[in-house]
């Protein structure tokens, strides 16, 4: 049985192999890449259960609250599909769980020689995303021609455009664990990689990958240099721009903030009159149920009694009205789980920030937590499948990267 056990982990952990050319060529894809390897994984766990108490339950003691309050506001949630989202939630923590217990029953020479090959599938997924999400700035036209191939088949569906965003969005996240750990043998090839996909990000259509790759430098580079242990700092920031975000965003639109300072620039690209109009609607409407908030994914396509009256202003001010999600995730947690949740989220929060992985130097850990929030402040809703895969991955792939012997991590 153990012998067995072993072979199905082994084969769970090599399905991970596929993450590069899914990071580079089909991000959605991260979604059923996790859900066949954990199952994998889970069904070896399940094979010797005695595994079972390999799982850390102490590290995540303050995260468990906030887990358990979003499934109980299932009851007050008016979303479609609320539910199965939490069920898909629940899903990747087991999954993740079970990754990891079978990679730690791996050899330690294995073990290495698994976490190199992965490493090498993300960078060769970095740099399938950086050369697809330069086609704007060195062929603009590839756009035109994927779409009318893709009108052309009857089987699929290529989106060149979402597809290159998504990628783009999620190649910080996944740089900055790589150049932490073979910063000492590689520094300038990813000093050079982080250069390359600050600058096609920049001339991109993504914003949210621009975002989360400055983060993540700046946040590595004051770290790097200035030794300074910010966690609280970090969440104080934190908490008091979450807990203000309703009336941040309110006041922004009744002072047309964004119409009178913003530069050009971000008004065109980022449409950020009409996230001002978004933002101003869903905190308006985030206040009308400030302790406990609408539910699970209720942000998703919300519709407001009211609706009728945020329309007005937004003709007022000529902007295009749509309220698909929120685009913030400050209000969207204020909105979905109101102040008491947020409250509990905070202590999930203050509860990532002490997570210690394994000799993971304060630059490295800190810079992968701001590119992360680069990915998530102004852009996704975290409910999307792919997302919630690939921030399970990633804390998978941190978790196993850093060990003890690895003394020279930065």
């Given at each position: 049985?153990?012998?067995?056990?072993?072979?199905i982990?082994?084969?769970?952990?090599?399905?991970?192999?596929?993450?590069g050319?899914?990071?580079?060529?089909?991000?959605?894809g991260?979604?059923?890449?996790?859900?066949i390897a954990?199952s994998t994984?889970?069904?070896?766990v399940?094979?010797?259960?005695?595994?079972?108490?390999?799982?850390?339950?102490?590290?995540?003691?303050?995260a468990?609250?906030?887990?358990?309050f979003m499934?109980?506001?299932?009851?007050?949630?008016?979303?479609?599909n609320?539910g199965r989202t939490?069920?898909a939630?629940?899903?990747v923590v087991v999954f993740i769980?079970?990754?990891?217990?079978?990679?730690k029953?791996l050899?330690?020479?294995?073990?290495d020689?698994?976490?190199?090959?992965?490493?090498?599938?993300l960078l060769?997924?970095?740099?399938?995303?950086?050369?697809?999400?330069?086609?704007?700035?060195f062929?603009?036209?590839?756009?035109?021609?994927?779409?009318?191939?893709?009108?052309?088949?009857t089987?699929?569906?290529?989106?060149?455009?979402?597809?290159?965003n998504?990628?783009l969005?999620?190649i910080?996240v996944?740089?900055?664990?790589?150049?932490?750990?073979?910063?000492?043998?590689?520094?300038?090839?990813?000093?050079?990689?982080?250069?390359?996909t600050?600058?096609?990000?920049?001339?991109?259509?993504?914003?949210?990958?621009f975002?989360?790759?400055s983060?993540?430098?700046?946040?590595?580079?004051?770290?790097?240099?200035y030794?300074?242990?910010?966690?609280?700092l970090?969440?104080?920031?934190?908490a008091?721009?979450?807990?203000l975000?309703p009336?941040?965003?309110?006041k922004?639109?009744e002072?047309s903030?964004v119409q009178?300072?913003?530069?050009?620039?971000?008004k065109?690209?980022?449409?950020?009159e009409?996230?001002?109009?978004i933002?101003?609607?869903?905190a308006?409407?985030?206040l009308?149920?400030?302790?406990?908030g609408?539910g699970?994914r209720?942000?998703?396509?919300?519709?407001?009694?009211?609706?009728?009256?945020?329309?007005k202003?937004?003709?007022?001010?000529?902007i295009p009205?749509?309220?698909v999600?929120?685009h913030?995730?400050?209000?969207?947690?204020i909105?979905?789980f109101?102040?008491?949740?947020?409250?509990?989220?905070?202590?999930a929060f203050?509860?990532?920030?002490?997570l210690?992985f394994?000799?993971a130097?304060r630059?490295?850990?800190a810079?992968?937590?701001a590119a992360?929030?680069?990915?998530?402040l102004f852009s996704y809703?975290?409910?999307?499948?792919w997302?919630?895969?690939?921030?399970g991955f990633l804390?998978?792939?941190?978790?196993?990267?850093y060990r003890r012997e690895?003394r020279n991590?930065?």
């Amino acid at each position: 049985m153990a012998k067995t056990s072993a072979k199905i982990g082994r084969v769970a952990l090599y399905f991970l192999l596929l993450a590069g050319p899914v990071l580079g060529l089909a991000t959605k894809g991260f979604a059923p890449l996790l859900a066949i390897a954990g199952s994998t994984a889970f069904i070896a766990v399940l094979m010797q259960t005695e595994k079972l108490q390999q799982v850390e339950f102490r590290k995540f003691i303050l995260a468990l609250p906030f887990l358990f309050f979003m499934g109980l506001s299932l009851l007050w949630s008016q979303a479609e599909n609320a539910g199965r989202t939490y069920f898909a939630l629940i899903l990747v923590v087991v999954f993740i769980a079970c990754l990891r217990i079978t990679f730690k029953s791996l050899p330690l020479d294995e073990q290495d020689k698994f976490k190199h090959r992965l490493s090498a599938s993300l960078l060769f997924g970095i740099l399938i995303s950086i050369s697809v999400g330069s086609y704007p700035l060195f062929w603009p036209e590839l756009s035109i021609a994927v779409n009318n191939i893709s009108n052309q088949l009857t089987f699929a569906n290529i989106e060149l455009f979402r597809q290159s965003n998504r990628s783009l969005a999620l190649i910080p996240v996944f740089l900055f664990p790589l150049a932490g750990f073979y910063w000492h043998r590689a520094r300038w090839l990813f000093i050079s990689l982080i250069a390359i996909t600050f600058f096609i990000t920049a001339n991109s259509n993504s914003q949210t990958a621009f975002l989360a790759i400055s983060l993540g430098t700046i946040i590595f580079l004051f770290a790097y240099f200035y030794k300074y242990e910010g966690k609280k700092l970090i969440f104080s920031v934190s908490a008091i721009g979450l807990l203000l975000s309703p009336i941040i965003f309110m006041k922004s639109f009744e002072n047309s903030l964004v119409q009178h300072y913003a530069p050009q620039i971000i008004k065109q690209k980022a449409s950020a009159e009409q996230r001002e109009w978004i933002y101003y609607t869903y905190a308006n409407e985030a206040l009308s149920r400030p302790f406990i908030g609408h539910g699970l994914r209720s942000t998703k396509n919300f519709t407001p009694e009211n609706l009728n009256n945020y329309i007005k202003l937004a003709q007022e001010r000529n902007i295009p009205h749509s309220l698909v999600h929120a685009h913030n995730f400050p209000l969207q947690v204020i909105f979905e789980f109101g102040y008491l949740g947020a409250t509990l989220f905070l202590a999930a929060f203050w509860c990532l920030l002490n997570l210690r992985f394994d000799n993971a130097g304060r630059a490295t850990h800190a810079a992968t937590l701001a590119a992360t929030c680069g990915l998530l402040l102004f852009s996704y809703s975290l409910w999307q499948s792919w997302l919630l895969a690939s921030l399970g991955f990633l804390y998978f792939y941190m978790s196993i990267l850093y060990r003890r012997e690895h003394r020279n991590n930065v």
